[in-house]
């Protein structure tokens, strides 16, 4: 605590210099938004920078000082409020209050309360937009949607018991983890279509989806065109986006492994991540256009739908358990391949820690579990998107990852 007998004048006037600014900058945009509004508010530009001064000088004076500061500016609002009945609201008597705390807060840490300062006058600006949002943007079915996906992470998942039932396998927090995230990924990919165009809106939240899980999003986009609320081409080069997050996320988890292994696959991956793009973009570009789509949903996700995927991926994963435990020391290759089906980071990872890519076993472990998981991802367009969503996907789905197996192997052959 700073006192005024040891403190030096530099100091001080640094921080009265502090809440100063902080209070002009509150009291700047409560000012401008008097005039805008013509509201006959009980503080403006000089009342806030007061308020900051005051909350400084008494809270330098001691903590007693401090609280009866508080409760006096606490007084002053109330005493507003009673004298200004037809003005329901209350949201510049609370920045009033917290300008007086912000100011005494200067004291201690001026940075963070520079920073509150110019987050409360960003929230007292966003009023107009704030309500907006609240009012008109977000629809009935979004909101209820919203808190149901918020309870779903913020209750139930820290309530869920995090022990697997069957081995490695069958975790229920894993499977409530697994369905939050592909409701989050279906609510990012809803908000982006509000506010971006169909086709940036797609690439955006593909290809941060794939980071989260491509398998996910493949299956996702899969069962909107065969609901008939998506395009084919369009989805399925979203589809794609998605798989360039895997090939980047392949990259990173490999650097973090194995540095040789990196120097080995980042050429030919990175030319797979560019022909899956550009082929991704082409078919985004040649898909039918958003207007013609049917847009008659504007729920933020499907529970449904949700459900049966987190299921699928579930039972995928047991499978390749069980399968494991029944091939026992079958081998790398047969393993990895069996876990490449289901997440190939992790069966990638596996590989690269056995051995150098001179090791004949480890490199064909290595790309048929590429293989196997480019092949497993084309069923799984199949099965969730139907016909058209897989010629749409699996030709391109095969022929990058066709193109990474020959560059790999030229690289490590040659």
């Not at 963070?112 to 008109?136: D, E, P, Q």
């Not at 081995?167 to 229920?172: E, H, K, M, R, S």
Request: hydrophobic content about 60%; proline content about 3%; glycine content about 8%.
């Amino acid at each position: 605590m700073l006192s005024v007998s040891t403190g030096n004048f530099q100091e001080l006037l640094a921080m009265f210099a502090s809440a100063l600014g902080c209070g002009l900058l509150i009291g700047l945009e409560r000012e401008r938004s008097k005039q805008r509004e013509n509201q006959h508010s009980f503080a403006g530009l000089r009342s806030f920078a007061v308020c900051a001064l005051l909350g400084a000088m008494c809270f330098l004076l001691g903590p007693a000082v401090g609280i009866t500061g508080a409760i006096i500016v606490g007084g002053i609002v109330v005493l507003s409020l009673k004298n200004q009945p037809e003005d329901p609201g209350i949201t510049t008597e609370l920045a009033f209050v917290m300008t007086y705390f912000i100011g005494a807060m200067c004291l201690w840490n001026a940075p963070l309360a520079a920073g509150l300062s110019v987050f409360l006058t960003v929230i007292l600006m966003a009023k107009r937009s704030m309500h907006s949002i609240a009012g008109k943007w977000i629809t009935e079915a979004e909101f209820r949607d919203g808190l149901f996906l918020l309870a779903l992470i913020l209750i139930a998942l820290p309530l869920t018991p995090n022990t697997p039932l069957w081995g490695a396998v069958l975790n229920p927090y894993v499977i409530l983890k697994l369905l939050s995230l592909i409701l989050a990924v279906q609510s990012l990919a809803h908000i982006a279509k509000r506010l971006l165009s169909s086709k940036n809106a797609m690439i955006l939240s593909a290809v941060a989806s794939g980071f989260v899980s491509s398998t996910a999003t493949i299956a996702s986009l899969g069962m909107e065109v065969r609901a008939g609320r998506a395009d084919a081409k369009a989805n399925a080069g979203a589809a794609l986006m998605s798989c360039v997050a895997t090939l980047l996320q392949l990259l990173i988890i490999v650097a973090g492994v194995s540095m040789l292994w990196l120097k080995t696959i980042i050429l030919p991956t990175i030319i797979a991540a560019v022909i899956l793009a550009c082929c991704a973009y082409w078919l985004l570009r040649t898909a039918a256009p958003a207007e013609q789509m049917m847009q008659t949903d504007t729920r933020m996700f499907s529970l449904k739908e949700a459900g049966i995927i987190a299921l699928s991926l579930t039972l995928i994963q047991a499978g390749v358990y069980g399968l494991n435990l029944w091939l026992g020391d079958a081998g790398l290759i047969a393993g990895t391949l069996l876990a490449s089906l289901f997440e190939i980071h992790a069966a990638m990872a596996t590989v690269v820690i056995q051995g150098t890519p001179a090791d004949q076993a480890v490199f064909w472990a290595f790309i048929l579990g590429l293989g196997a998981h480019a092949a497993a991802k084309s069923v799984n367009a199949l099965l969730t998107g139907g016909w058209k969503f897989f010629l749409a996907f699996a030709p391109v789905q095969f022929f990058h990852m066709a193109v990474l197996i020959a560059l790999l192997w030229w690289t490590v052959k040659m």
